[in-house]
């Protein structure tokens, strides 16, 4: 009898090892190794096999030209003008769509009500055939929480079950259902399989399996999946490279909204982000987050700065707060939210450095005010006026944004779509912007097209921000700023 063969995969990274060991030398998670059955290769190559003309039962590809004629993908719009705007335009049929989030978020919910919402259908198309099938909640749950978001009245196709074998055979039976929603791909399990339900082979490939039927049936199909304690989707990254979506749904149970953003998307842009509100009635679309944000920020308040972002093709303004204060301990403490705290190390080490900022016995606290995570480096001239701001006891103007990158040598870089950040800013009745200059093709300084009502100040030097601030704190008759030259 031939020996099995045998692998042992991490259930938290998907590495594969050829023999265990306690920790996963991928992650350097402990006790994450798992051992599976693989199939024995058969003997021989494919390009020896003499099976057919092509060596692999006949069938051959064909090879064609990059120039051609292509049709734009059919687009199933649901009518939340967030939710289409993350997934770019609407879901795609024969597509796969992965959406990942903390429990509770409220990932079951958004889905419940773009699946009623496609369902009813609207003015301008007719109702779609959908199915939600769950396999972690009863009937019952899953219907209590539709009475609850008012949308119990809609056509919507409900099921449980967690084999993979019977969820296929319902799927194709017609009539064959549009948009097919997995709550969540970790419970499902397939029967060819040894191991257990969420491992990572049985998430590989229960998602195979459902990916081929969504592409052989036409059927836009929408997986759930678990996060890990880092936040990032449970599971193997393998099922991130079958998909073609991956969204992740965000928010700070402290806070009302949520936002959903696009990591990946092959039917449009990705970062994309839809930012709705949590409400009795379920998550509302929101259409204008930069007012939310900003909507509780207190004017001529040191230590805040209004940073204009970029989400996507989106602009967002919103608040970032920095305290900064005399630390007794020998080594001060740098607590950031919302931010990288890397990022922030970095920037503190350019203000001392470069600007004479004496930061090394002072406690830093920087957050991005709403529970919005900022990633781009864009944020870097807004979070050191906050923090200037903070030391010199000068409030930023209520009515000024700020934004731009800031090198290692204390340059102020310019970033991209300025004028898309300069306009959201100006239709907020913003009437100033401290920015990086703006440059054309050619290196020239070029100014941006922007209102009337919107001035604006470059900045191509970090220490010009500084000698602002600590002109403005001497005017004031603040505390102004501790450099080195006044420790010598």
């Excluded at 970062?271 to 004017?299: D, T, Y």
Aim: aromatic share 4%; with cysteine.
């Amino acid at each position: 009898m031939a020996k099995a063969n045998k692998q042992y995969v991490c259930q938290s990274c998907g590495a594969v090892s050829p023999k265990w060991s306690g920790k996963c030398e991928a992650c350097n998670e402990w006790n994450t190794l798992v051992e599976e059955l693989i199939e024995k290769p058969r003997p021989g190559s494919l390009a020896g096999s003499s099976r057919g003309a092509s060596g692999i039962g006949g069938s051959s590809i064909r090879f064609t030209g990059l120039k051609g004629q292509s049709q734009a993908a059919p687009r199933m719009v649901s009518g939340n003008k967030e939710f289409d705007r993350v997934t770019g335009g609407g879901l795609v049929p024969g597509s796969a769509l992965l959406i990942g989030g903390d429990p509770g978020i409220g990932k079951s919910t958004l889905l419940l009500q773009i699946c009623a919402a496609l369902a009813v259908g609207n003015a301008e198309r007719d109702g779609l055939a959908c199915a939600y099938i769950s396999g972690e909640e009863a009937v019952e749950q899953v219907r209590l929480r539709a009475d609850r978001l008012g949308v119990a009245d809609a056509p919507v196709a409900l099921a449980t079950g967690t084999s993979v074998r019977a969820i296929v055979e319902a799927l194709q039976v017609e009539p064959i259902p549009q948009v097919v929603v997995i709550d969540s791909i970790q419970t499902l399990y397939m029967d060819t399989l040894d191991s257990a339900p969420g491992t990572v082979s049985q998430v590989r490939a229960a998602s195979q399996e459902l990916i081929s039927q969504a592409k052989k049936l036409g059927f836009a199909l929408i997986l759930v999946g678990h996060v890990t304690k880092e936040g990032m989707i449970a599971g193997p990254k393998v099922v991130e490279h079958m998909v073609d979506a991956v969204l992740y749904f965000e928010g700070d149970r402290g806070h009302q909204f949520r936002l959903l953003r696009a990591i990946k998307n092959r039917f449009g842009p990705a970062a994309e982000i839809g930012v709705f509100e949590m409400a009795e009635a379920g998550l509302q679309e929101v259409a204008n987050p930069s007012a939310l944000f900003l909507a509780e920020r207190q004017e001529d308040v040191s230590g805040a700065a209004v940073f204009a972002g970029m989400e996507g093709t989106r602009p967002v303004l919103v608040e970032i707060q920095a305290l900064v204060a005399n630390s007794p301990l020998a080594q001060p403490r740098r607590a950031v939210v919302g931010w990288d705290s890397a990022r922030l190390s970095m920037l503190l080490a350019v203000l001392e450095a470069r600007c004479g900022v004496v930061l090394a016995n002072k406690d830093v606290f920087l957050n991005v005010a709403g529970g919005l995570r900022i990633t781009e480096p864009a944020a870097d001239l807004a979070v050191a006026a906050a923090v200037l701001s903070s030391i010199t006891d000068v409030p930023v103007p209520a009515s000024c944004v700020v934004f731009g990158e800031v090198g290692l040598s204390g340059e102020v870089r310019s970033v991209a779509q300025a004028e898309a950040r300069l306009s959201e800013a100006d239709k907020l009745g913003f009437t100033a912007a401290l920015m990086p200059p703006l440059r054309g093709a050619s290196g020239k300084a070029v100014k941006p097209k922007v209102a009337k009502g919107l001035k604006t100040y470059p900045f191509a030097q970090l220490m010009d921000l500084v000698m602002h601030f600590s002109k403005r704190s001497t005017q004031r008759g603040g505390p102004g700023l501790e450099t080195q030259d006044d420790e010598s």
